[in-house]
């Protein structure tokens, strides 16, 4: 059983800056791939990054390259995203996903465990 608590969200102008974290409760974090999804009312949840348990090279959405970096710290049990230059489109409470394995996936169903979410609002 993993338990994921986000955190770091908040209100931001366009082109500033977040750094959400997820931490990560349990004894085998190391062995799970990490995701970060988003979610605005009426939208399906959509794919935001995700990272493998070794680490290694984050997967990205397309709207988020060059922008959003991934990271995680084992010894923390914790994941980030780094959110810069940020755009009113961004607005949308981010989930922290879990699921076993090395790997990376965008597939929302693939992820067993889910935390409650974080809100990020980018006023324009």
């Known amino acids: 059983q993993v338990q994921l608590v986000e955190s770091g969200g908040g209100l931001v102008q366009a082109g500033g800056s977040l750094r959400l974290s997820c931490a990560a409760s349990?004894?085998?974090?190391?062995?799970?791939?990490m995701g970060w999804f988003r979610q605005t009312p009426g939208k399906e949840r959509e794919f935001v990054a995700a990272?493998?348990?070794?680490?290694?090279?984050?997967s990205y959405v397309d709207s988020v390259k060059g922008r959003f970096t991934m990271s995680r710290d084992n010894a923390k049990n914790t994941v980030y995203l780094q959110m810069n230059s940020l755009k009113p489109e961004a607005t949308a409470v981010y989930y922290c996903?879990?699921?076993?394995?090395?790997?990376?996936?965008?597939?929302?169903?693939?992820?067993?465990?889910w935390g409650q979410g974080t809100q990020v609002t980018v006023s324009s």
């Open positions: 996903a879990a699921r076993r394995g090395s790997r990376v996936t965008n597939t929302l169903d693939s992820y067993e465990y």
């Open positions: 349990g004894r085998t974090f190391s062995t799970y791939t």
């Open positions: 990272i493998s348990w070794g680490g290694g090279s984050p």
